[in-house]
């Protein structure tokens, strides 16, 4: 089994930055990519950014410009630094990885707040 913990959520202004990381541990294997999908009220849960094993980056239009997604392997860790976030950006956060069955784990969540 995997574990997924996500951490880094909160509340932050408009126009503020906050970095959410996630460290996997467990029975971790290669894996075919790590990302961040996101769940608001009201809403279905919606890619936000995924880096593959090989290091390709996708994003959701959404945030492209404004997020950037990370990993540091040696920590099996994979971050999110989010800047000029707007009210829209309120939701929780999961944390993703996908093995090379394709099997996915998510982590517990993370709340982000962003107020107007």
């Known amino acids: 089994q995997v574990q997924l913990v996500e951490s880094g959520g909160g509340l932050v202004q408009a126009g503020g930055s906050l970095r959410l990381s996630c460290a996997a541990s467990?029975?971790?294997?290669?894996?075919?990519?790590m990302g961040w999908y996101r769940r608001a009220p009201g809403k279905q849960r919606e890619l936000v950014a995924t880096?593959?094993?090989?290091?390709?980056?996708n994003y959701a239009d959404s945030v492209q410009g404004r997020f950037s997604i990370s990993r540091d392997n040696a920590k099996n860790t994979v971050y999110l630094q989010m800047n000029s976030l707007k009210p829209e950006d309120t939701a929780v956060y999961y944390c993703?990885?996908?093995?090379?069955?394709?099997?996915?784990?998510w982590g517990q969540g993370t709340q982000v707040t962003v107020s107007s």
């Open positions: 993703n990885r996908r093995d090379l069955y394709y099997r996915d784990y």
């Open positions: 467990g029975s971790i294997f290669s894996f075919i990519a």
């Open positions: 880096i593959s094993s090989g290091g390709t980056i």
